[in-house]
């Protein structure tokens, strides 16, 4: 996998969360929300520092750094906002990992969302909001669907804690 596109699937699916809020109560505990989205068409650049990767097929390097922005859609399909996202790998090579920041601007408010990211692995708090998701605090789960290239699109749960 590219530098990039390892970065792009990290980053997509470790800064992937929720928009179409549904309330249930068995698994959950009372004023739990499970939020859930997909997000697609992203947006990439990738920034490879000194020392730069050898070949294509490099894996990112400690200080390399990437921002993303994605459409945002619910699971029926319809847009309801986007997601920036930025994130910086602070160990390098194959088992490269870093910290990575993103926003979903959603039309009812914005949630804030933060990950210690290795490739592979796409979970992490959600770090607050403003408008209807003003003071939240949570986690969320990415994950790729099957078969799909580059965490694009990507399948993924955010539970807001009461």
Known sequence: MRRSAAFAA????????????TVS????TPGERTTKLVSK????????????GHG???????GDSAALSCRVENA???????LITTGQFAVG?????????????LGDGEIHV????SLGDVSGSVIGG????????????????????DGDPSDDTITLLP
């Open 10 to 21: 990290t980053a997509a699916a470790a800064l992937a969360g929720g928009a179409a809020v």
């Open 25 to 28: 109560g068995n698994a959950q």
């Open 41 to 52: 068409n992203c947006a990439f650049k990738f920034v490879d520092v000194p020392p730069r």
């Open 56 to 62: 294509r097929m490099a894996p990112p390097g400690a």
């Open 76 to 82: 029926a399909g319809a847009r309801v906002g986007s």
């Open 93 to 105: 090579g194959r088992g490269a990992r870093g910290v990575a920041l993103g926003i979903y601007a």
């Open 114 to 117: 933060m990950t210690r990211f």
């Open 130 to 149: 403003t408008g209807a998701y003003a003071g939240v605090r949570g986690t969320f789960k990415a994950v790729d669907r099957p078969g799909q290239a």
